[in-house]
Structures are given as structure tokens and as C-alpha cells.
């Protein structure tokens, strides 16, 4: 039997004030309550740019959600992924750097091991259709796999990660939550946990952004639009749209000797790929040295001077870096400061300090 409100209040005057103002507090209790769930869809919504091109990862085959993204966020930084329990994903992608390894050439994994190549940032990945420097994964779920089963990264077997996980019963609690209430943890199911977490990092609340978009906090320098215009015309080609990177692979000059690192070409055993890397994002670029696919440049400054003046010749550079008999890039020493005063504003401190993203 259903038992209504009013019923137990009672019909007189100082009744019908006191159904009144229960009546205010219910109503207000559920509004409240839309507020709060309106807030929390917002929360794990993924952020799609008016400013960015449409994404290349089909979001509505793995759909974010709080469960989902929880998860992922726990597994990112849990050391439970690697073979001895000491590395997480979160040692090589630290959150207040763009996710990426502040201070280290290259990357550093279990034993105390150095990998060989710089750890990109972990930002904007739904724009990519392949990852890594040299492209050798072409589907965002799968970019933990390649963590995981490095011998100098995490060195263990996915296998034996789900098997882990299984065992313990919060984490399987957590899955059966997200996932459908399925009781068993699945190796799918682990990737696309992590997929959520990662397409939530979206960074395009720069200064930058503001300004493209007409919003406020937009406001740029002379120096700063000067900055832009010099980009425009000399860098924009291979760090193109407001993503910064034409998402190709290029000898930028670093080293004319690939006895070390072939880049893409150990992908696609192409003689032509020979030397190339991808073509990095500019984006929270004042956060992420050192730069380049060895961490070779510890200043931007460094990395300006690299095209001004020390791009070395091979057989695979890029046509773009040798033009008229002439290598790199001309640049003034007015061009450089403008360039450093505009690379700045492509910093986002909203994404590097978002609390959702830190464990």
C-alpha cells in the first residue's frame, strides 16, 4: 500500500504550511539531484573541440562512462601491470607535464632499464589513427599492450596481468561494475577501461585556444601574434591545424646515422622511412622537454636553434629542410623570441592540473 505524503501531515492551516514546505524541500531535493547528475554525465563527457577536426577514434564503440573511466584512471597508475609490481603507466606520463616524462631523454621501466625513445604525451589521442613515434600501433585500445610487453618497459605478459587482476576482488568489482556486471575481468575489457581514461585527455583549454575560439581569456601579445605569423608561414606545414602535427612521419635532420633507431622504417621496413619519426604535437610543448624522439633537446630554445641552424643532410630528410641548396629553417634572432613567446601559449594548465586525470 502506498502512503502519500500529505497523508501524514494533516489538512489545517499550520498542516497545509508544513505540506507546503515539504513539498519546497522535495522538489528542491530533486532538482538537486538532476543538478548533480547533470553535472556528473558532464564530467565524463569527452571534450570535442570546435577548433579540432573530428575525431578518428569511433567513441561510440567504446563509450565513456564514470565506471569506465574510474577504472581506467586506477589501472593507469597501478604498478600491478608490470612484472614485478614497480612500474604503472603514470611513472613515463605524469599528469602536471602534459602526461609526459619531464627531465628523461628517454623512458625508464623495470630493472631500472632505459628504453630508447622520449615518451610522448599522452593528450588528444581520439585525433590519431596510429601512436608512437614510429606508428607501429594503429588502434588506441591497443597502445597499453605495447607498454606492457616491453622488456624495458612493464615486461610482462597481458595474460598474466588479467590473471592478476582476477585475483583480486576490488578490481573485480570494478569491472563487473563497468562492464555489464560481468563477474570475470577479460583482457578486452582491461584495454578498453585504459581506451576511456585516455580519450577523456583532451587538452585545448590553452591560451591559444581562447584566442582561435573568441572566448574569453583569449587575449595574445604582439609578440605572441608576431609569433604566430612566423609559425604560419614556416611551421605550420608539418605541424598543421590546431592539432600541431599533420600526423606524418618526417627526418627532421636530428642525426644522419640511423645505426641506433630507424624510426618508422622498423614498422615498415620501407628503405624511404629510414630516419622518420612522427611529427609530435605542439601542445603543451613548454611542459613535455626534452625534445625529440631521443629526448635530444632539453630547451626550446635548443630545438629552434636545431632548425636554424643544425639540421644535419641524409638521404631520407625532409624536402621541406632543404630548399635551395640551403638546410633548415632561416630564422632571425626576432623570429625566435616571437616563435618562444607564441609556443607558450599553447600551454593548458586546466588539462595539466585537472583533478579527474590524477590519481
Sequence with gaps: ????????????????????????????????????????????????????????????????????????????????????????????????????????????????????????PVQNLIWQSSYFWDGGVGQMDFIPLNAITNPVEMDEDPAHVVAKLNANANYRGLFKAAFAGQDTVTGPHMLQALAQFMAMLVSANSRYDHHVRNEPGGNMSAQELTGLQVFQEKCATCHATDLFTDRQYRNNGILNSFTIDHGRNEVSTLPEDVGKFRVPSLRNVALTAPYMHNGKFKTLEAVLEHYASGVKDSPTLDPLLKQNGQLGIPLTAGDKEALLAFLKTLTDQDFARDVRFQK
Excluded at 501531515?9 to 513539498?23: D, H, K, P, W
Excluded at 554525465?41 to 577514434?57: D, R
Excluded at 593507469?76 to 614485478?84: A, N
Design 1 to 120: 500500500m502506498s502512503i502519500s505524503i500529505f497523508n501524514t501531515i494533516g489538512c489545517g492551516a499550520v498542516g497545509r504550511s508544513r505540506t507546503l514546505t515539504l513539498l519546497a524541500f522535495v522538489v528542491a531535493g530533486l532538482f538537486s539531484s538532476c543538478k548533480k547528475d547533470e553535472t556528473d554525465a558532464k564530467t565524463y563527457e569527452v571534450f570535442l573541440p570546435s577548433n579540432f577536426p573530428a575525431p578518428e577514434y569511433d567513441l561510440s564503440q567504446n563509450p565513456v562512462t564514470k565506471e569506465g573511466f574510474e577504472l581506467g584512471r586506477k589501472l593507469f597508475y597501478d604498478p600491478i601491470m608490470s612484472r614485478d609490481s614497480t612500474i604503472a603507466c603514470a611513472d613515463c606520463h605524469i599528469s602536471f607535464s602534459a602526461f609526459s616524462h619531464p627531465d628523461h631523454a628517454v623512458s625508464h621501466g623495470i630493472d631500472g632499464l632505459l628504453g630508447k625513445r622520449n615518451a610522448l
